[in-house]
């Protein structure tokens, strides 16, 4: 069974920078999609961003200029990189993989922008 787990998760100043990393059980080669997806409390979850095996990555147009998703094949992870990070920020972000027609989801990791 296919299994994405997230880490780098936590509390940070305004201002700040984190980087998750989606680590998947099985080689990422053959993902098709990979992306980060995110909910605020008390909203829906939504686009963060993906990036897709072959061509550009796809950013939400809050996240553009600050945040950078990238793909490691060989170590089968995906990573967020996030900065000049804001309170609207906070949320808990969930990695997303789909393969051969299926979704995949992580369990999230919570991040909270607050001084």
């Known amino acids: 069974q296919v299994q994405l787990v997230e880490s780098g998760g936590g509390l940070v100043q305004p201002g700040g920078s984190l980087r998750l990393s989606c680590a998947a059980s099985t080689s990422i080669f053959s993902f098709n999609v990979m992306g980060w997806y995110r909910q605020p409390p008390g909203k829906q979850r939504e686009l963060v961003a993906t990036i897709p095996n072959i061509g550009v990555p796809n950013y939400a147009d809050s996240v553009k200029g600050r945040f950078t998703i990238s793909r490691d094949n060989a170590k089968n992870t995906v990573y967020l990189q996030m900065n000049s990070l804001k309170p609207e920020d906070t949320a808990v972000y969930s990695c997303?993989?789909?393969?051969?027609?299926?979704?995949?989801w992580g369990q999230g990791t919570q991040v909270t922008v607050s001084s």
């Open positions: 997303y993989g789909r393969r051969l027609g299926y979704e995949y």
